[in-house]
């Protein structure tokens, strides 16, 4: 602003320059005329007047353009002093109100007064840089709060009813090495042993779920959700490997009451709810036949709340549920009953559990219970069952500790027993075969650790171990998996980094040791680097 007074002050200054060197040129130019006169005649050719006039007619032209540009430059720098001093007010009304606001909010006037008592000071002394990290806060949740109305803002999805439809979903990258032979080198389960090593890529975790919001229904809200994966197998072409199929995991239907909820569908095991924190492993949990029981299973269920307080309430949830017990399909385009289904009954589990707020996060502490009938045919009966108990605690600030441990019997539909139910004396399928279901114990563990909200690490521990005795009942033990089998034994580590809520970082590594009655353990590791856009 400076600059520009002066520059107007100059060709002011210039102005008067002009105005006195015009003067000056037709006081001359008059005298030497007069002079001229009295000692010339005239001549028409070379009169002084008309050069005189001339000259002055050209210096006043020069003159007009120099005022016309002056003027031109003076309305233009009075346009930009205008609009300065506006954008000066302006800002000077946003700093006002940030520190108004800042110094209302609690964390400022806790900083005030930490600030009073430390330097002796009262609360109006506030140093420059106090006031930028008033304004940087302050700039933060205004961002924060601009995404929260963009998210409630965007565009939804258009459905054939009136209702609401919601896309959710994840595209997951997954970059992984094994050292050692395993049953699946993008997620793997089970160590088989050798030294091979392989590298691959893959995106076939990636998730897409639909969630619809229906009518009400004799006072219950009613949705519906569906969650697909690409993890359903291979394609039979070139380069097959790369173009997983599309797999059911997920689909339920739930009439939600206020304390009670009906769920029927195919869902995960309720008695068996947790898993370890991971993204190296969404086709299948991390510990699956490690001692975490799992199963995207069709059941039916019912589930009452009773709360105790705000902070505090007790669930308890039964149901039925489709009797499997691990097999794989018979036929491809025909579905034949497996054991647990001949027996023309279902399964049955419940669970209760206690939640708890403590410190601003939840506490869960839960046990429960399963039953299956199974018919292997030819009057081979065998009752599975199991007992689970499964916690989620806070440690201290940052630390959470959580877990499952079940104990059961031909629990292979579960993927207890490292996925076998039963042992067969001979051909499964025979008359004449015994049948012997399979004594399993085992669980897993998880330390978290979240210093900071986008952070965390997570170490976890998992282990499914069948009786000896049981795998060792017939010389010659038979099972539609490998019957050798007697522990599995898995251990990861990672990290997740969250920079957006919608984008995450995460890499892991994971040790699997397979034990077997007969030969060495097989061992293998596994490391995986992620990255994974939701939406």
Request: proline residues 4%.
């Amino acid at each position: 602003m400076q600059q520009r007074t002066g520059l107007l002050q100059r060709e002011v200054s210039h102005f008067s320059i002009w105005r006195m060197l015009i003067f000056l040129s037709c006081f001359l130019n008059c005298v030497a005329w007069a002079q001229t006169a009295e000692k010339t005649p005239a001549d028409p050719s070379s009169d002084p007047v008309s050069s005189s006039v001339r000259d002055l007619q050209e210096q006043v032209r020069q003159l007009r353009e120099a005022v016309t540009e002056i003027r031109s430059e003076a309305a233009q720098y009075r346009m930009e002093t205008a609009a300065l001093r506006e954008e000066l007010r302006a800002t000077q009304k946003r700093l006002d109100a940030t520190g108004n606001l800042a110094s209302n909010s609690p964390a400022a006037t806790h900083s005030k007064e930490a600030s009073a008592v430390n330097e002796g000071t009262g609360p109006e002394t506030t140093s420059p840089t106090v006031l930028e990290d008033r304004i940087s806060k302050v700039e933060e949740e205004t961002q924060l709060l601009n995404g929260k109305v963009d998210e409630q803002h965007q565009t939804k999805i258009e459905s054939a009813s009136k209702y609401r439809v919601r896309l959710s979903g994840i595209v997951l990258f997954n970059l992984f090495s094994n050292r050692g032979d395993v049953d699946n080198q993008d997620f793997p389960t089970l160590a088989l042993g050798g030294s091979q090593r392989s590298f691959g890529a893959t995106l076939r975790q990636s998730e897409l779920g639909l969630e619809i919001f229906g009518p009400q229904l004799a006072g219950a809200r009613t949705r519906g959700d569906v969650q697909l994966d690409f993890s359903g197998g291979f394609p039979q072409n070139v380069n097959g490997v790369t173009a997983g199929l599309v797999r059911l995991r997920t689909a339920t239907l739930h009439l939600d009451w206020l304390h009670t909820s009906i769920v029927a569908g195919q869902d995960n095991i309720f008695f068996s709810p947790l898993s370890p924190t991971t993204f190296a492993s969404l086709s299948v949990p991390a510990f699956a036949y490690m001692g975490d029981l799992w199963g995207w299973i069709p059941q039916l269920r019912v589930e009452h709340r009773f709360d105790f307080g705000d902070d505090s309430n007790v669930i308890l949830q039964a149901g039925i549920l489709d009797n499997l017990v691990g097999e794989p399909p018979f036929l491809q385009a025909q579905r034949i009953p497996q054991a647990g289904e001949r027996t023309g009954q279902p399964a049955y589990a419940f669970r209760t559990a206690i939640h708890r707020r403590v410190f601003g996060q939840s506490m869960t502490l839960g046990a429960g219970g399963y039953f299956s009938p199974q018919d292997w045919s030819f009057g081979q009966h065998v009752n599975g069952w199991a007992g689970t108990a499964d916690w989620d605690v806070l440690l201290s600030h940052g630390f959470s500790f959580s877990g499952e441990f079940y104990r059961g019997l031909a629990a292979g539909g579960l993927g207890g027993g490292i996925g076998r139910s039963v042992i067969f004396s001979g051909p499964p399928y025979t008359s004449g075969t015994l049948v012997r279901g399979l004594d399993s114990i085992g669980g897993w563990s998880q330390i978290k650790f979240r210093p900071a909200l986008k952070l965390e690490f997570n170490a976890a521990f998992g282990m499914d171990n069948v009786a000896d005795d049981d795998l060792l009942a017939f010389s010659a033990s038979q099972a539609y998996f490998d019957p050798k089998l007697s522990k599995n034994r898995g251990t990861l580590l990672n990290f997740i980094y969250r920079p957006r809520s919608n984008l995450l970082f995460s890499a892991e590594y994971r040790h699997l040791s397979t034990f077997d009655i007969y030969t060495a353990t097989k061992t293998a590791d596994h490391v995986n680097l992620m990255m994974g856009v939701l939406f």
